[in-house]
């Protein structure tokens, strides 16, 4: 149990039978206390069980749906004029993904650390212990990048957003359906 420091001066106990009594008394308390917040925490858990099962189902429709979209977006890319296009109910589109994959033998690690020293690259290097800094790495130009051992693949990435603002007054929901 924790320790509890009284924040007001109440009448004083008069025996150590008194304060016997008072902590009996305490203990009580929290129990109920306990009690209570246990019965609250199962009243949670359930309902964020009947969430998740009534989540379920939607959660699969919008993955369907965004696979959906994708595939389409991709056969009809070329009919695009932008990267992005912005239907009535969202936005999908596409952008430029840079990943930088690092070897994993430390060795090589080091090397890359020491040719970005000589380059004077210092911002790309963590220190203790010196790591390279991937996001002031992207900052440079990906031939330089890849001279220096660092691995970089450039892909456009596929997303999607809804307008929420443009969606019309959310319907009315019965067990978990539309």
């Known amino acids: 149990m924790a320790r509890i420091k009284p924040k007001d001066k109440l009448p004083q106990l008069q025996s150590w039978d008194d304060v016997d009594l008072a902590l009996c ?32 189902p939607h959660a699969a429709a919008i993955d369907a ?4 979209i994708k595939e389409y977006a991709e056969r009809n890319r070329d009919s695009l004029k932008k990267k992005t296009k912005p239907p009535v109910f969202g936005n999908i589109g596409w952008r430029k993904s840079t990943k930088l994959t690092l070897p994993r033998d430390p060795g090589k690690v080091a090397d890359i650390v020491r040719l970005l020293r000589a380059l004077g690259w210092n911002d790309c290097i963590k220190v203790e212990p010196p790591k390279v800094n991937r996001e002031a790495l992207r900052t440079h130009p990906i031939e330089d990048i890849i001279k220096v051992g660092v691995d970089v ?11 929420k603002d443009a969606i019309p007054a959310e319907p009315e929901v019965q067990d978990g359906r539309i």
């Open 25 to 56: 008394e305490i203990a009580e308390h929290m129990r109920v206390t306990e009690s209570i917040q246990h019965k609250m925490q199962q009243v949670i858990d359930d309902a964020k069980l009947q969430a998740k099962d009534a989540c379920n």
């Open 153 to 163: 693949s450039v892909t456009d990435e596929f997303w999607l957003e809804v307008k």
């Open 65 to 68: 749906l965004s696979r959906q």
